[in-house]
């Protein structure tokens, strides 16, 4: 038996695992030792298991994702997100729809400090559900709305999805962050305007707010100059090379917690459980980082991606074909499997082949972030949904689903534009010089 049949049998035992709800690390770790072993040795087998985890782990890049997940748990604790929807309430909110795109444009300010889509959803679920009650907002339209705000979370910088691809692709963390600046502002427009639009095709959709005075809105932006403080320190500092990606997460959770101090909204039962859950988040990403490789060296010496690869080179199709395929790939597993497993199971796979059609692996990356903004509200696994559902729990999942897709067609158009003019994603990585 060949060892690309060996690769495809394992790729299948995978997927099998998956359907019979095995933990992803665990079952990736056990696909890879056992395949590397039928090809190599039992020995060989036994030997680059604990290499794999061992070497993973004591990684010092690796530990950038646990910074960055530990800043946006205390930026939550420490009542970051409560102040930045404020802000964007009493500046959007007395016009139609301005409550939903508030909760838009507040995601997106909290993306800057978070990185997670979920927290992100979270977090402006809490604040917002409440209010689109009380001002009788469409249930349908506001909770989607809310569920697909929050992925603007992982694609404006820090976002753990960035992390993860840098750290697989060997590409800089600085420029992915960066790259992704412009297609997150788009995309937060884009959204807005589906605010707009829908509003207009029906406008029980969102009702008008109240009026807030002009001095009260310089007031509501002025409280949140230290969140913009904090950004500019973290994503500036890094981006011009004075801190590591680490020491940047660092920077950023300790000035996180600081600031929650000096404006006494950090409790000590928030720390307590926010760090918890930070650590909770980090040993999960860790633990498939970890596994993941020891099933992606099973996939090298299978030749999978070499015989994929040669495949995909020998069906003399145009390189937009091949992209629009891996593109799909993503979006229809981005149903099934959540964001951070399907990344890393499938850029051992297929980066080897976008970077031999020679597309840009800093556009590639926001492509990647871009597919699974639309995998994480896309059902039947959609787990923004399901953070929103667990918020509004007298609102049916189907309905919350239903209302997605206007905001999810923004996230299509976004990833339309990119493929067509790349440069958005590369223009500002293209000036740092590092």
Same mark, same amino acid.
């Given at each position: 038996m060949s060892s690309t049949t060996i690769g495809l049998i394992g790729i299948i035992l995978l997927v099998a695992l998956f359907i019979i709800r095995m933990p992803i690390g665990f079952s990736m770790?056990?696909? #890879?030792?056992?395949?590397?072993?039928?090809?190599?040795? *039992?020995?060989? #087998? $036994?030997?680059?298991?604990?290499?794999?985890?061992?070497?993973?782990?004591?990684?010092?890049?690796?530990?950038?994702?646990?910074?960055?997940?530990? $800043?946006?748990?205390?930026?939550?604790? %420490?009542?970051?997100?409560?102040?930045?929807?404020?802000?964007?309430?009493?500046?959007?909110?007395?016009?139609?729809?301005?409550?939903?795109?508030?909760?838009?444009?507040?995601?997106?300010a909290f993306g800057a400090i978070c990185g997670s889509s979920t927290a992100t959803a979270a977090t402006m679920g809490k604040l917002a559900i409440p209010a689109i009650k009380r001002y009788g907002y469409n249930n349908t339209f506001a909770t989607g709305c809310i569920a697909s705000a929050g992925t603007l979370g992982i694609l404006i910088p820090p976002s753990v999805i960035f992390l993860i691809y840098g750290f697989m692709t060997e590409q800089s963390i600085g420029k992915l962050f960066i790259s992704g600046i412009i297609p997150g502002i788009i995309l937060t427009i884009f959204m807005s305007i589906a605010v707009i639009i829908m509003c207009i095709i029906d406008p029980t959709c969102g009702p008008k707010g109240e009026k807030v005075a002009f001095i009260e809105k310089v007031k509501a932006f002025i409280k949140i100059f230290d969140v913009l403080l904090l950004f500019i320190l973290v994503i500036g500092r890094l981006l011009f090379g004075f801190f590591t990606p680490t020491q940047a997460g660092?920077?950023?959770?300790?000035?996180? *917690?600081?600031? #929650?101090?000096?404006?006494?909204?950090?409790? @000590?039962?928030?720390?307590?459980?926010?760090?918890?859950? %930070?650590?909770?988040?980090?040993?999960?990403?860790?633990?498939?980082?970890?596994? %993941?490789?020891?099933?992606?060296?099973?996939?090298?010496?299978?030749?999978?991606?070499?015989?994929?690869?040669? @495949?995909?080179?020998?069906?003399?199709?145009?390189?937009? $074909?091949?992209?629009?395929?891996i593109i799909l790939i993503y979006l229809i597993g981005g149903c099934?499997?959540? %964001?951070?497993?399907?990344?890393?199971?499938?850029?051992?796979?297929?980066?080897?082949?976008?970077?031999?059609?020679?597309?840009?692996?800093?556009?590639?990356?926001?492509?990647?972030?871009?597919?699974?903004?639309?995998?994480?509200?896309?059902?039947?696994?959609?787990?923004?949904?399901?953070?929103?559902?667990?918020?509004?729990?007298?609102?049916?999942?189907?309905?919350?689903?239903?209302?997605?897709?206007p905001f999810l067609i923004a996230i299509i158009l976004t990833t339309i534009i990119l493929i067509f003019f790349p440069n958005i994603a590369t223009f500002l990585p293209n000036l740092i010089n590092y």
């Open positions: 770790a056990f696909v #890879g030792f056992l395949g590397f072993s039928f090809v190599t040795s *039992l020995k060989s #087998g $036994m030997s680059i298991l604990p290499r794999d985890l061992f070497e993973q782990l004591n990684n010092y890049s690796i530990s950038a994702i646990t910074m960055f997940i530990l $800043m946006g748990y205390y930026a939550f604790s %420490a009542g970051l997100g409560t102040r930045l929807y404020d802000a964007a309430y009493k500046i959007f909110g007395n016009v139609k729809g301005g409550l939903a795109i508030s909760s838009i444009f507040a995601c997106a660092g920077i950023g959770a300790a000035g996180a *917690l600081v600031t #929650g101090i000096i404006r006494r909204e950090l409790t @000590w039962k928030s720390f307590i459980e926010n760090t918890k859950g %930070a650590l909770r988040t980090s040993v999960m990403i860790l633990t498939i980082i970890a596994c %993941a490789t020891v099933f992606g060296h099973f996939m090298t010496i299978s030749k999978i991606p070499f015989a994929l690869s040669n @495949w995909v080179k020998s069906l003399n199709v145009p390189h937009y $074909m091949i992209m629009f395929i099934f499997i959540d %964001a951070i497993p399907l990344i890393i199971l499938t850029i051992p796979i297929l980066y080897p082949i976008v970077i031999s059609y020679g597309y840009d692996p800093i556009w590639f990356g926001v492509i990647i972030v871009l597919v699974t903004c639309m995998g994480v509200i896309t059902p039947p696994v959609g787990v923004n949904v399901y953070v929103i559902k667990g918020i509004a729990k007298d609102v049916p999942l189907e309905t919350i689903f239903k209302g997605i897709f």
